[in-house]
Each structure stands twice: as structure tokens, then as C-alpha cells.
């Protein structure tokens, strides 16, 4: 890294700390902390919803991915139209209308107590896991042009965005997303157009890619076992990025600190439309590294992009990408944090501990639980070092052992009438020993595996995005069947059920300036376009595989 290298990137962190402090002038609230005041314009929120989701995991982890297996991989990622689909029309009128800073709370009104915390402590814990591999992909670049061990890199980045998150709170959050995206796209688009343009002749590099079968986009095979099939992307993973974007405090906060339900649904829409692109930019840049590289292997895969950078040295472009690196990994982390710490707040410590004091108060605490989750993060970074697979296809898959029963109690909640509590809990049990049964953790699977042989037969292989599948269906199935036995059967739907909702909206729910519906269920005119952008993307990949990839 040079003179201009180290200015860019001096600037970019002078921003960041700059917008947390200036809009900690404007937080005097724990409120206004976990919300902002609700003042960000809808295009903001779509940037921050967008940046905190694509972080420094895709930036580097989705070249890494793609150099192995290909724009196949872009199946993983083909849903987002579907996804955004389900939360505009279900969840986010349910969680809007609820009012509710914790969208937890509503299973607590909706089931009781014990789901509520249930919820909050999945969250808790699969957040815990991302933001900390974030921070272990981030430290891979900053270690790399620092010369620090990786795990001092992490200390130093945790202690920067906690620093600017606790200042500032959501609005800090979403402003700093805006930056960081702008700088995210931009780098990845710089690193594009060096590949490409690096190029003698396109024709030969798509040809050698074509040999070596990384243009296929979409694999038909039903085969289980593979994780890029078009079967695992468009129905395991629509399942898996809804449980992302639809139970998910880190997501959902955005939604409620829109100014109307229009608003929130706006924001939501652009990632819809966007991920598409957003994705096949970074796996796009992985198979162009594989063409550069000639295939070469790497010990560590997930620094591929930095060691192309730094074969250019070009001055200032190191700078760029280090910044547009940071930018994705420091939007997702400060929104980990708040959301943790809002979490921790309003479903923990207000309802156990601290039940009555003053709003001030409440701001502190925040602010110091936010510094407590960015200690906590510490070690289990540290413990994601030595991956040398794609930390994006890492993070996904220990993720996805607990994304069903987030997904499957929502679902009850919303669809069901004669399920309560006691039976989601079941359910919850059941759905864990199935995938446990299936996808054993490496210390249990000789007991596992006996047991299937005990069975005359052997233990399935089943790629990780169905263990959402597996999950849901199991917890769904046996809630379902706890409910039967039941002597008094539950003879009305709740108020707060998507049918007991629409029944009691008699008249047509409050609208925003822009005539959005505030009942779940209801379509908007142009939500509808997300399904028709689903199958023309699926369309598009059609066309891009008879020209370029190998029948």
C-alpha cells in the first residue's frame, strides 16, 4: 500500500466516524437508538438493507466460492425476488402494524413468554456466528496489507465499530450503509472492469471457462447432495433468505424505522431487484480470477481477490478495494451490533431486570451492551480463522442448522389456529434431533452413524441448504400433530394471525401517501413485478448457458 492508498482509506474511516458522531447529536432516546427518528428516506433504508446482507462474506467469499464451483453458485442466490415477495405481503404489515421495536414481541402476544425468548435467543445466536465471521474475512484483508496477525486485525476492527455504532445508533447504522454501499459497488465494479479489460481476447477466456465448466449457471440434477442445484437455490434457499429477511430483528429493523409501511416496503423492493446483479457481479469476478489464475489452488481461497490487486499494483486501487472490503464488512457488523443489543434490551433486560427507569437509562444500557456484543464477537472470530473454504459458504452452512425452527414458528404463528405454545416447543425439539440425525456434528457421528447401521441402513447426504427444509417441514409436522391430541381444541384464530388480521381489518387497512396496503395478505400492483423479474432472471440464465456454457 502506498501514499494514496493509505489516504483513501484514512478518508473512508474519517467518514464513518464523522456520520456516527454527528448523528449521535440527534439520539437522545433509547427509541431513537434501536430506530432512528424515523426521518431516513426510503432509498436509504433499501441501500442499508441491501449493505448489510452483501458484506465482506460476498465480497471475498462469493469470488472464493465461485472459483471452485462456478457461477452455478449463482442458484443460491436467484430467490431474492421470491423472498422479497413473501415479506412485503406477510411479514412486514404484521410487524409494522405491531408497532413494535423487537419484532419478538409479537410471538409473545401471539404464543406467550417462552417463544418470544426462544426467538431472541436463536437470533442472538446465529448473529453472534455471522458478525463474527465477517470479521474474519475482513481481518484476512487488513492483515494482508498491515502485516498484524489477523486475530489483532479483528480486535482493532471490532473496536472501531462499536466505537461509531454506540455514537450514533440506527441512523449512524443506515447513513453509514448508504456510504459503504456506494464504495461496495463501486470497488466490485472497478476489480470487474480490470478483469475483463485485462483480457486479450474474451473469446478465449470464456472458451477456457467453458472447458472447465464454470459457466454453467443452472444444474438441473435432482441430486440432494449438491448444494448449486437450481432445485436447492429457487426452493431450499427461498426458505433459507426468508428466515434472513423476514425473522430477522438484523433485517426487519429496517422496516421499522420507515417513516410509513410504503416506505419500508420500498426499501425491501430494491433488494429484490438488485441481489440478482449484486451477486452475479462477485461470482462473475471469481470466474474471472479462476481464467487469470489458470485454476491455480490457493491455501487460502478467500484472499483471491487481494493477491490479484496487489499483482496490478496499481496506486490507489489497493486502497479502493481495502476501503470497499471494510465498507461491506463494517454496514453488517454495526447493524449485528444494534440489533443485538436491541434485542437484549427490549426482550431481556427491560422485561427481566431493569422493568421501570428512565428513557436515559435505557440509552445507556444500550450503548454499553453494544460495547459488551462487540467483546463477545471477539472469540468467535478468532474461531473461524483457518477456514480455507469460502467463509460465505461456511457461515451459510452453520447457519442453517437453526434457520428452520426460526422459520417454522413464525409460519405457525401466522397460519395456524390450533397450534400453542407447548406444541411449538415439540416441534422446535423434533426439528433439531431430524437434522441432527441427518447432519451430525463431527463428534456425534459415529453414534449417528451406528445408529442408521442398527437400521440396516446408511446415513443420507444432504447438502446443507435442505437442513431448512428438513427443519421447517419436521417442526411444522409435529407441532401439527401435538395439536390433535389436544382435548380442548382452539375453536377461533388469533387476532394476531394473518386470518384473524384480515378479519378484523372490516374496512381497508390504513394506506401511505403512495396507497401501500398495511394488511397482510394483500398485494400491491407493483409487488406483483418481483415474480415476473423471478422468471425473467431464470430466463436470462437459460439464454447465457446455450451461449457460453457446455450443454
Same mark, same amino acid.
Given at each position: ?394 457461515? #451459510? ?18 397460519? #395456524? ?32 452413524? #451406528? ?101
Amino acid at each position: 500500500m502506498g501514499l494514496i492508498d493509505w489516504s483513501i482509506l484514512a478518508i473512508y474511516l474519517f467518514v464513518n466516524l464523522l456520520v456516527g458522531f454527528r448523528q449521535s447529536k440527534s439520539v437522545t432516546t433509547s427509541n431513537e437508538f434501536f430506530l432512528g427518528n424515523r426521518s431516513s428516506p426510503w432509498w436509504a433504508l433499501g441501500v442499508s438493507v441491501m449493505a448489510t446482507y452483501v458484506s465482506a462474506l460476498s465480497f471475498l467469499g462469493g469470488p472464493a466460492w465461485a472459483y471452485n464451483d462456478g457461477l452455478a453458485t449463482l442458484a443460491i442466490h436467484l430467490n431474492y425476488p421470491i423472498v422479497v415477495f413473501v415479506c412485503i405481503v406477510f411479514f412486514i404489515p404484521v410487524f409494522y402494524r405491531s408497532n413494535s421495536i423487537s419484532i419478538y414481541e409479537y410471538l409473545e402476544k401471539r404464543f406467550g413468554l417462552g417463544s418470544r425468548l426462544l426467538m431472541s435467543a436463536l437470533f442472538m445466536a446465529t448473529m453472534v456466528l455471522g458478525a463474527s465471521s465477517i470479521l474474519t474475512a475482513t481481518s484476512i484483508a487488513v492483515s494482508l496489507i498491515t502485516g498484524l496477525s489477523e486475530q489483532v486485525c479483528i480486535i482493532i476492527l471490532t473496536t472501531f465499530v462499536v466505537f461509531y455504532t454506540m455514537l450514533g445508533g440506527m441512523n449512524a447504522v443506515i447513513w453509514t450503509d448508504v456510504i459503504q454501499g456506494i464504495v461496495l459497488v463501486f470497488g466490485a465494479t472497478i476489480i470487474l472492469g480490470l478483469l475483463l479489460s485485462g483480457s486479450d481476447q474474451v473469446s478465449s477466456v470464456l472458451s477456457y471457462l467453458n472447458q472447465n465448466n464454470k459457466l454453467t449457471t443452472i444444474n438441473l440434477d435432482f441430486n440432494f447432495s449438491e448444494v448449486t442445484t437450481i432445485w436447492a437455490g429457487v426452493i431450499a434457499m427461498s426458505m433459507y433468505h426468508t428466515t434472513v429477511y423476514g425473522t430477522n430483528q438484523f433485517m426487519m429493523q429496517r422496516a421499522m424505522a420507515a417513516k410509513t409501511i410504503g416506505d419500508a416496503k420500498k426499501a425491501y423492493l430494491m433488494m429484490g431487484y438488485s441481489a440478482f446483479f449484486l451477486y452475479f457481479f462477485f461470482f462473475f469476478i471469481g470466474v474471472l480470477l479462476f481464467a487469470h489464475f489458470e485454476g491455480e489452488p490457493f491455501d487460502q481461497q478467500n484472499s483471491i481477490v487481494l493477491v490479484y490487486i496487489q499483482q496490478l499494483a496499481l496506486p490507489g486501487l489497493m486502497g479502493l478495494v481495502i476501503a470497499a472490503i471494510l465498507s461491506a464488512s463494517l454496514s453488517s457488523t454495526s447493524s449485528a451490533l444494534n440489533s443485538l443489543s436491541t434485542v437484549l434490551i427490549v426482550d431481556f433486560y427491560k422485561k427481566f431486570f431493569v422493568i421501570s427507569a428512565t428513557d436515559s437509562h435505557y440509552l445507556r444500557a444500550s450503548r454499553i451492551f453494544t460495547i459488551v456484543w462487540g467483546i463477545v464477537l471477539i472469540p468467535f472470530a478468532f474461531s473461524f480463522q483457518g477456514e480455507s473454504g469460502s467463509i460465505l459458504e461456511v457461515l #451459510s452452512r452453520v447457519s442453517s442448522y437453526l434457520v428452520g425452527a426460526k422459520l417454522s414458528i413464525f409460519l405457525l404463528a401466522f397460519f #395456524s389456529k390450533n397450534i400453542l405454545e407447548n406444541d411449538i416447543f415439540l416441534g422446535v425439539f423434533a426439528s433439531l434431533v431430524a437434522l441432527v440425525m441427518i447432519a451430525p456434528f463431527q463428534f456425534l457421528e459415529p453414534l449417528i452413524d #451406528s445408529l442408521w447401521a442398527g437400521l440396516g441402513l446408511s446415513r443420507p447426504e444432504i447438502a446443507w441448504p435442505w437442513y431448512v427444509v428438513i427443519a421447517t417441514s419436521t417442526n411444522v409436522l409435529v407441532s401439527w400433530l401435538s395439536s390433535l391430541f389436544r382435548k380442548k381444541p382452539v375453536k377461533t384464530w388469533h387476532p394476531l394471525s394473518i386470518k384473524g388480521i384480515r378479519s378484523k381489518s372490516i374496512v381497508r387497512g390504513t394506506k401511505s401517501e403512495n396507497d401501500w396496503s398495511d394488511i397482510p395478505g394483500e398485494v400491491d400492483r407493483s409487488v406483483w413485478l418481483l415474480l415476473i423479474f423471478f422468471m425473467a432472471s431464470i430466463g436470462v440464465l437459460y439464454v447465457f448457458d446455450a451461449f457460453f456454457a457446455i450443454p
